[in-house]
């Protein structure tokens, strides 16, 4: 049984990440690693990415997937301490948290200030600088603005017509001055 402090400080982190929590903060509570695979034995918590649970009876979102991979980035950092060095969802995943454009967010595009690898086949690692005007917090995710978005976009070669639609959205829908 995980001693109450841990399990009350994991339950004020999963309250604020979407009911979603790496093993480290887990760890970073004082709950054993045995603690935790039993909680997800007795399906307490699922797993739903490499080191990163959810807690049962918290709903799934079509988000999910990128919020994990997201934790995964900084997995001792909570998402609301997150700054834009630790990563930023950017790209197609950044329209997708949006809700703009068609480019169908086939992986989890991320930029880092720094060269990072991976060994998700559904990850794709930028490095650039973001300036601080290109970054807003987007349900409590760090995303590029739309304007950043169309840019990185562009220099990725996307289709044109598709980032067109993209803009012609984040104006109409007023994301980006």
Same mark, same amino acid.
């Given at each position: 049984?995980? +001693?109450?402090?841990?399990?009350?400080?994991?339950?004020?982190?999963?309250?604020?990440?979407?009911?979603?929590? #790496?093993?480290?903060?887990?760890?970073?509570?004082?709950?054993?690693?045995?603690?935790?695979?039993?909680?997800?034995?007795?399906?307490?918590?699922?797993?739903?990415?490499?080191?990163?649970?959810?807690?049962?009876?918290? #709903?799934?979102?079509?988000?999910?997937?990128?919020?994990?991979?997201?934790?995964?980035?900084?997995?001792?950092?909570?998402?609301?301490?997150?700054?834009?060095?630790?990563?930023?969802?950017?790209?197609? +995943?950044?329209?997708?948290?949006?809700?703009?454009?068609?480019?169908?967010?086939?992986?989890?595009?991320?930029?880092?200030?720094?060269?990072?690898?991976?060994?998700?086949?559904? @990850?794709?690692?930028? @490095?650039?600088?973001?300036?601080?005007?290109?970054?807003?917090?987007?349900?409590?995710?760090?995303?590029?603005?739309?304007?950043?978005?169309?840019?990185?976009?562009?220099?990725?070669?996307?289709?044109?017509?598709?980032?067109?639609?993209?803009?012609?959205?984040?104006?109409?829908?007023?994301?980006?001055?």
């Amino acid at each position: 049984m995980p +001693s109450p402090g841990s399990r009350y400080g994991l339950v004020a982190i999963v309250e604020e990440q979407w009911g979603l929590f #790496p093993r480290a903060q887990a760890q970073e509570t004082g709950m054993a690693g045995s603690t935790l695979a039993r909680m997800a034995r007795t399906g307490e918590v699922e797993r739903v990415a490499h080191g990163v649970y959810r807690w049962s009876g918290v #709903p799934h979102h079509e988000l999910e997937p990128l919020r994990a991979a997201w934790l995964q980035l900084a997995p001792r950092v909570p998402a609301w301490q997150r700054v834009p060095s630790q990563g930023v969802v950017s790209h197609r +995943s950044a329209a997708s948290a949006f809700g703009i454009g068609e480019l169908p967010a086939d992986a989890h595009d991320f930029t880092l200030a720094g060269r990072r690898q991976t060994r998700r086949r559904d @990850v794709r690692l930028h @490095v650039g600088a973001l300036a601080t005007g290109d970054v807003v917090r987007v349900g409590g995710l760090l995303v590029t603005r739309p304007a950043r978005i169309v840019a990185d976009l562009l220099r990725t070669r996307e289709d044109v017509e598709a980032v067109g639609r993209i803009l012609s959205e984040a104006l109409r829908s007023g994301l980006d001055p």
